[in-house]
């Protein structure tokens, strides 16, 4: 079992800066692949980002290209959003997922969850 822990939420104004920080509990953190999810009130969960095993590939959803920068550490089980210029839609509950296919099933660890107000 993965226990992953996210950090970082909070509020911030318009036009400001967060950086979420997820922490997993493994000893094998570098077999997975790794994404950062957000649920906005009202709307189904989304992909944000994701960073492959050893962080040589990332991807954005069009909402956070340009903007948000995922990366990972795999010395310290840690994976990160770096988010700038935020806006009201980045608003909602950001949550940290794990994810590997193991003998072709795939295997899913989710965080608790850190939520993230975009306000004036």
């Known amino acids: 079992q993965v226990q992953l822990v996210e950090s970082g939420g909070g509020l911030v104004q318009p036009g400001g800066s967060l950086t979420l920080s997820c922490v997993a509990s493994t000893t094998t953190f570098s077999t997975f692949i790794m994404n950062w999810y957000r649920q906005s009130q009202g709307k189904e969960r989304e992909l944000v980002a994701t960073i492959t095993r050893h962080g040589d590939s990332t991807t954005y959803a069009d909402s956070a290209k340009g903007r948000f920068t995922i990366s990972r550490d795999n010395g310290k089980n840690a994976v990160y959003l770096q988010m700038n210029n935020l806006k009201s839609d980045d608003a909602g509950v950001y949550y940290c997922?794990?994810?590997?296919?193991?003998?072709?099933?795939?295997?899913?660890?989710w965080g608790q969850g850190t939520q993230v107000v975009v306000s004036s």
């Open positions: 997922n794990a994810h590997r296919t193991t003998w072709g099933i795939p295997n899913d660890y």
